[in-house]
């Protein structure tokens, strides 16, 4: 039962009760109720005189109540309005731009009659096999929670992924992207999937997928298909299986290996949805994807007709050097060549300047450039180069700043992703102001997940004591050597959080979305039943799952499958597919496209610096939002509430 208040009247009955016989109405009652993130104590803090409330609360109390404003007017208008635009979309023609209003809108406000009858449109229009595929995908993402819709959607977007992968003009590009691919490989890629993947494969699925995938294979070449199989048992048989398909697909001109590949990759994608086999083109970018740095200069690049124009990243090796936005690179060289693109086919230029800015570690590049039509040569050694994940509240020319508001001790960190780069660059942003925090805003909004110890470690900042996540696996991760090997000191298992931290009991607002997933739903779920934490915003994705990858011993093939699934302290499971689901909100407040849209451009804009090193400004590149008008509501409901926090605090007892 809701707590009342002492007259049994609700927070904003009581200052209705006490206006009535004039008297000042006392904040107590709403100060708290909002401090404990309660949508009744926001709107009676909004409700209340400003001049009984403390000034900073009174202030953003009146900004949430505009952004609730706008948020209701949202909820009421926007479904009809996508819906207006998805069929305005279909009728030039634009069915993915289509598909993704009404995705989107479906996401946001669940089942809207507008919405569903757009939906419908759009899957009662003729489409090809590509629009097809991109279509069933965006509604799979956009019913999360219906498992029924979401099996047929991703059902849909499959078949329609293998139509367009089997058709005549990219069958060659699918031949040549497996070729190498041997019996072995497949027999190591199912050994490892039944000894390694969170739980024991089904193998009659397994086996079903692959048949199926195989035999489109077979039509697709205007072959029969090949006999029908009973369901496999396990490795063993699938690999024998895989060498009677490709005995049958020899006469009909069908390779072995694309045969193993199709018939690995359709069972793959029926027991586990996040499982592909990776090439080796790809495995080199997956590493670095993970990894979240890379080593060269540092350059965004782009072609302007016969000219490549650059960007430097921020704090990478060319920023540092001087580089500015929009330079043109005249030639490039290093001690293995001089380029110069003039003397380059005007369609390679680019492709060769990316190729030219990669290199080892300390190397120098020389640069020659042409800004505002004058000459100019920079000189700098290649490094590391981060991508960036974790943000403030702004950014100035001494780097990023945390404060949402300096003089009431607010904090404000955006995680965009989470790689092994994540932790340092959190710490180096929060920690050094520690001292002066009074209460911090964490943004997972859009976060899909990454390096999940990265993600534990971050709660373990927050956290004193105890489990900060579980791991469920048929080889779940060691907890570790509990004694130092050199020392012989006791060490705290990577999963424990460890005393001492300085964050420890700082009051804290974690904010989520649809598209919090993964590691980000283990931090805030973390923080929400160790730390206190209030989580707002809408309900997460339910993807708690972690993927690995094993390549094969000569590095040609590679295959990602889910390992491990992720639970929160007390042992609820997160995966959506793992019998778990995402994290239920303290205070729910869903915002639809425009406001989400507008909230997400101004936190990369709060990312990007205004100035280069040397002063010069720096253009953002952030597409600005349709209405600047619209205010972030759940941001601002996390400052009310850690506001109404720091007033109880500092009230007399």
């Not at 709107?43 to 000034?55: D, F, G, M, S, T």
């Not at 592909?276 to 540092?298: K, M, N, T």
């Not at 300096?406 to 994540?422: M, Q, R």
Request: hydrophobic share 50%.
């Amino acid at each position: 039962m809701r707590r009342r208040s002492s007259a049994g009247l609700r927070p904003g009955a009581l200052l209705w009760a006490l206006l009535g016989m004039g008297c000042a109405p006392d904040p107590g009652p709403a100060l708290a109720a909002a401090a404990r993130g309660e949508p009744e104590g926001l709107r009676a803090l909004a409700a209340l005189p400003p001049e009984v409330l403390p000034a900073p609360v009174a202030a953003r109390a009146a900004q949430w109540a505009e952004a609730e404003t706008q948020r209701a007017a949202l909820l009421r208008d926007e479904p009809a309005r996508l819906a207006e635009e998805a069929a305005a979309a279909q009728a030039r023609g634009a069915v993915a731009e289509a598909a993704l209003a009404v995705a989107l809108g479906l996401r946001a406000y669940g089942p809207a009659p507008a919405l569903i009858s757009a939906r419908d449109a759009i899957l009662a229009a003729p489409l090809g096999v590509e629009q097809r595929a991109a279509v069933h995908g965006l509604f799979a993402e956009a019913t999360p929670e219906d498992p029924a819709a979401v099996a047929q959607h991703a059902a849909e977007a499959r078949r329609a992924a293998l139509a367009a992968a089997l058709g005549p003009e990219a069958l060659a590009g699918r031949r040549a992207a497996v070729e190498g691919l041997r019996l072995e490989v497949a027999e190591a890629v199912l050994l490892r999937l039944a000894e390694d993947a969170w739980a024991p494969p089904d193998w009659a699925r397994f086996s079903a997928g692959a048949e199926d995938e195989v035999a489109a294979l077979f039509a697709a070449v205007g072959a029969p298909p090949p006999s029908a199989a009973g369901p496999a048992a396990g490795p063993a048989a699938l690999a024998a299986r895989v060498a009677e398909l490709t005995r049958a697909g020899a006469p009909v001109g069908i390779s072995g290996a694309l045969i193993t590949a199709t018939f690995i990759e359709g069972g793959l994608w029926a027991v586990d949805p996040y499982a592909q086999l990776v090439g080796p083109a790809a495995i080199s970018g997956w590493a670095e994807g993970h990894a979240g740095s890379f080593v060269g200069a540092g350059v965004r690049l782009r072609a302007v007709e016969a000219e490549v124009w650059l960007s430097p990243l921020p704090d990478g090796p060319a920023w540092a050097a001087g580089l500015h936005q929009d330079d043109v690179l005249v030639a490039m060289s290093d001690p293995t060549g001089r380029l110069v693109l003039a003397e380059a086919p005007a369609e390679r230029r680019l492709a060769l300047a990316e190729a030219g800015m990669r290199g080892p570690a300390d190397s120098p590049l020389s640069l020659e450039l042409r800004r505002a039509g004058a000459p100019l040569t920079l000189r700098f050694p290649r490094g590391e180069v981060v991508l960036p994940t974790v943000s403030g509240a702004a950014r100035g020319p001494a780097g990023p700043s945390l404060w949402l508001s300096a003089e009431d001790g607010l904090g404000y960190v955006k995680i965009s992703a989470f790689k092994p780069t994540s932790l340092a660059a959190f710490d180096a942003l929060v920690l050094p102001a520690a001292p002066e925090l009074r209460g911090l805003v964490l943004d997972l909004r859009g976060n899909g997940g990454g390096d999940v110890n990265a993600a534990v470690q971050i709660a373990d900042r927050f956290i004193a004591e105890g489990a900060l996540v579980q791991a469920v696996g048929q080889r779940p991760p060691p907890a570790g050597p509990l004694t130092d090997p050199v020392s012989g000191a006791p060490l705290t298992p990577w999963d424990q959080a460890v005393p001492g931290d300085a964050l420890e009991g700082l009051p804290l607002v974690v904010l989520v979305d649809a598209d919090s997933a993964s590691a980000a739903e283990v931090l805030a779920g973390a923080l929400q039943q160790r730390a206190g934490a209030l989580v707002v915003g809408g309900p997460t994705f339910g993807k708690g799952a972690a993927q690995r990858l094993y390549t094969d011993p000569e590095g040609r093939f590679a295959l990602q499958y889910t390992n491990l699934l992720w639970a929160l302290p007390d042992g609820r499971r997160l995966h959506r597919a793992g019998a778990g689901g995402g994290l239920v909100p303290d205070l729910r407040l869903t915002q639809g496209p425009a406001a989400q849209g507008c909230a997400d451009a101004a936190a990369r804009r709060r990312a990007e610096p205004a100035a280069h090193p040397d002063g010069a400004p720096f253009r953002t590149e952030v597409q600005p939002c349709a209405d600047p008008s619209l205010l972030d509501a759940p941001l601002l409901a996390a400052e009310l509430i850690l506001l109404a926090q720091r007033a109880r605090q500092a009230a007399p007892r």
